[in-house]
């Protein structure tokens, strides 16, 4: 009887043991999705966080990219390209991209800036078995332009030897602006012969070549600078007018000369804005002066002023041409043009001469020094005293020696 019982309480034992390990079977396949989810969404938030990181290393790269592209003078087309090509050689893929200049949000919208922003949707893996949606994901960044410093001088360039270059026994003072060249030459902008240079600083997306000291405040010349953008890039051009205006008279009066213009004797010019078709001549022992005057030499026309004249012109102080007074068309070939005049002469305005060298020889500058020249090459051998605060003579700021920062 005692065996029966012992045998009979094994049997139950076993039987609830049986039962114990189903339940633990069963138990196990109800949690195994919430395991292996929990897991999955561990190692997939990983990876959202990683891909968020990669996407805002892209935003940033892509606003630089367009930012590199404003200071260039470029538009919104160009800029938006280039930004839209860094993100995609850095991985975008499938996802969007969004550019404004300046930004359309945010402490940076008055400024000059670039605003990138990126969308893309990640594919789920592991949590998948919860939801079938994508995973969105936005990086923004913005790209502030600071331009360092302000020129008095500018060449244009990308590549020139001596592109801007002092020789002779020129002597050159330059307040309150650098002097600076695009030009990535190692000879970019050379100081040769007897030449005297004084500014705040010579810049170059180059290199420098000094035979002869220069006095700067900076304590030394700056080279493989970025390069600065065209402070005239927007100008509009002017249109040429009918009829064709004479220059054989003691007074000008604004409009299109056709056949270009060769001026002697005592002649003036009265304000507004001439077109010349054709090069413009101050010959020698000519007394020529204007105020408020732009002159726009089209094509590859060309300007050349005797040494023997005495020319005191100056600039619009307001409007659409405000602080330009001679300017070149962007559309002209290589040329040179010749700015010479005794010490009497004044000259007081931009200088805009993007597709052509700008000689510059005259002992002259402009009302208190107020000169600017922007060129695509720069030689100077005259004797000037240059300013950079003519605002009020309605000038504008060149700038020089850009920055760019991710700040947000």
């Not at 999955?40 to 290393?57: D, M």
């Not at 005057?293 to 100056?314: H, K, Q, R």
């Not at 307001?318 to 043009?337: C, I």
Request: charged fraction near 10%.
């Amino acid at each position: 009887m005692a065996s029966f019982s012992r045998i009979f309480r094994d049997f139950v034992s076993r039987r609830l043991r049986r039962g114990e390990g189903g339940n633990v079977a069963i138990v196990f396949a109800l949690t195994l999705p919430v395991v292996v989810g929990g897991a999955g969404l561990g190692v997939e938030t990983s990876y959202w966080y990683y891909s968020s990181l990669k996407l805002q290393a892209t935003a940033d790269a892509a606003a630089y990219a367009g930012a590199l592209e404003k200071i260039q003078g470029s538009d919104t087309a160009a800029i938006t390209t280039a930004a839209t090509q860094s993100a995609t050689d850095n991985g975008l893929g499938a996802g969007t991209i969004t550019v404004n200049t300046p930004p359309t949000s945010g402490p940076n919208t008055a400024k000059k800036a670039v605003e990138v922003i990126l969308n893309q949707d990640l594919d789920r893996v592991f949590t998948s078995i919860f939801t079938q949606s994508k995973v969105p994901e936005q990086a923004r960044a913005v790209a502030l332009i600071t331009d360092a410093s302000k020129a008095c001088m500018q060449a244009r360039n990308p590549s020139a030897s001596q592109a801007l270059l002092f020789s002779g026994s020129t002597t050159v003072k330059v307040g309150g602006c650098v002097i600076m060249t695009n030009s990535i030459a190692s000879d970019a902008l050379k100081v040769q012969g007897s030449a005297a240079v004084q500014a705040d600083c010579l810049i170059s997306a180059g290199g420098i070549v000094l035979n002869n000291p220069v006095t700067t405040v900076c304590k030394t010349p700056i080279t493989q600078a970025l390069p600065a953008a065209d402070p005239f890039a927007n100008l509009p051009t002017p249109a040429a007018s009918n009829p064709c205006e004479n220059d054989n008279k003691a007074t000008l009066k604004p409009g299109t000369y056709c056949s270009g213009m060769s001026l002697s004797g005592v002649v003036t010019l009265d304000p507004g804005v001439y077109v010349v078709q054709g090069n413009l001549k101050i010959n020698a022992n000519a007394v020529v002066a204007g105020a408020g005057v732009t002159i726009f030499m089209e094509g590859s026309s060309t300007v050349s002023m005797n040494g023997n004249a005495t020319v005191t012109l100056s600039a619009p102080t307001s409007g659409t041409y405000s602080g330009v007074l001679f300017y070149g068309d962007r559309t002209g070939t290589a040329a040179q043009s010749t700015f010479n005049g005794t010490a009497a002469s004044l000259l007081t305005g931009a200088i805009y001469f993007p597709r052509q060298q700008v000689n510059y020889l005259g002992n002259f500058s402009g009302v208190n020094g107020c000169t600017q020249v922007v060129a695509d090459t720069i030689q100077w051998s005259g004797n000037s005293t240059i300013n950079q605060d003519c605002s009020a003579l309605g000038m504008k700021d060149i700038p020089a020696a850009p920055s760019i920062a991710i700040v947000e």
